[in-house]
């Protein structure tokens, strides 16, 4: 991908510093991508009390999804208008908008298709005349139904009169909706909430750490059941293993994570609000978000303190698309002459 050429001016030790590959199967730069977007997040977040809700979807309608990926922009419509329809029917003169961040996972523990959304809302919301209400408790039951029929009402104005079969067998069977998840005393920091729904956005859905076994032909990994907690291991052909983790690659230019009600767009209150983060907390932190402050706050050592005791500067920049030199490894280092 690249690389950059750092230069000590006072006894010539040359250093490359290699530039990320950006993959989503690369655990280091998920890590940085996470970090960044929890940033950016933060710097949104109204400074008030957030609740993490989790949609899920039942089983019979995973395949769907499947079959035409375009279907899940459905998931991140239908779950924003079941919290937004419920805010906005508190009172209708007002229209409330609450604040939401977005992300969607596509899979389980145990690594198969399974797409559910998290949304992060906050415990209020700001009307056209009042500037904040705050709105501590959400009936989740409420919930539940609403986001069953918002979900198959979207579902069947997409897939027609094909889908309605489905549709009303849904409705018989799930008489209490289709499953939402949310602690009532959830009180987490937002900051923690963030880092928990978006950590899978920018890196492979399994951590390295869960793979307990390869040999040359079948993988073994763990999971903790969402169920009773306990500890499965599972062990496939490294084929399987690869099939179930590139399912999960999302389609380019697919948005992972998305902005509805107070943060979609500037909202008449919304200058009125205070923010989670100061204005010069935020410019700090952008400050030190490079990749030399990066290692410096995590490990204590200056990648760029050359060990005579002074500073390297930046000698030259290698891009592979447009020097040659990089496809034979073979950079020159400096002129010379």
Request: a positive charge; glycine letters at 4%.
């Amino acid at each position: 991908m690249g690389h950059a050429i750092y230069f000590c001016e006072h006894c010539g030790k040359v250093k490359h510093v290699f530039f990320t590959c950006k993959s989503r199967f690369c655990t280091s730069c998920g890590s940085k991508y996470t970090q960044d977007r929890a940033d950016s997040i933060s710097s949104k977040l109204i400074n008030c009390t957030h609740r993490h809700i989790v949609f899920t979807i039942p089983q019979e309608l995973r395949v769907f999804f499947q079959r035409d990926r375009k279907l899940l922009n459905v998931l991140f419509k239908a779950s924003s208008d079941t919290i937004l329809s419920w805010f906005a029917s508190l009172n209708k003169s007002e229209d409330f908008k609450p604040g939401m961040v977005s992300t969607m996972h596509t899979f389980g523990r145990d690594l198969k298709w399974n797409p559910h959304i998290h949304v992060l809302v906050t415990e209020g919301a700001s009307g056209n005349r009042t500037v904040w209400c705050k709105v501590s408790h959400i009936p989740f039951n409420m919930l539940r139904k609403r986001w069953q029929a918002t979900l198959l009402h979207m579902l069947h104005e997409h897939l027609g009169n094909e889908f309605y079969k489905l549709k009303t067998f849904l409705f018989k069977t799930y008489t209490d909706g289709f499953y939402v998840y949310a602690k009532s005393n959830m009180n987490s920091k937002s900051s923690d909430s963030i880092q928990y729904i978006i950590r899978y956005t920018g890196r492979p859905a399994m951590a390295q750490s869960r793979i307990l076994d390869y040999d040359g032909e079948f993988v073994t990994f763990y999971y903790e059941r969402h169920e009773d907690g306990q500890r499965v291991v599972e062990k496939i052909t490294a084929i399987e293993f690869i099939k179930r983790l590139i399912i999960h690659i999302p389609d380019e230019h697919f948005k992972m994570i998305r902005y509805y009600g107070l943060y979609a767009k500037k909202h008449v209150n919304y200058s009125k609000l205070y923010l989670l983060q100061s204005h010069s907390k935020r410019l700090f932190r952008k400050r030190h978000s490079h990749w030399r402050a990066r290692i410096l706050l995590a490990f204590g050592v200056d990648p760029l303190a050359c060990s005579c005791g002074h500073t390297m500067k930046l000698l030259e920049i290698f891009n592979p698309s447009k020097n040659p030199y990089i496809d034979n490894l073979r950079p020159p280092l400096y002129n010379s002459s």
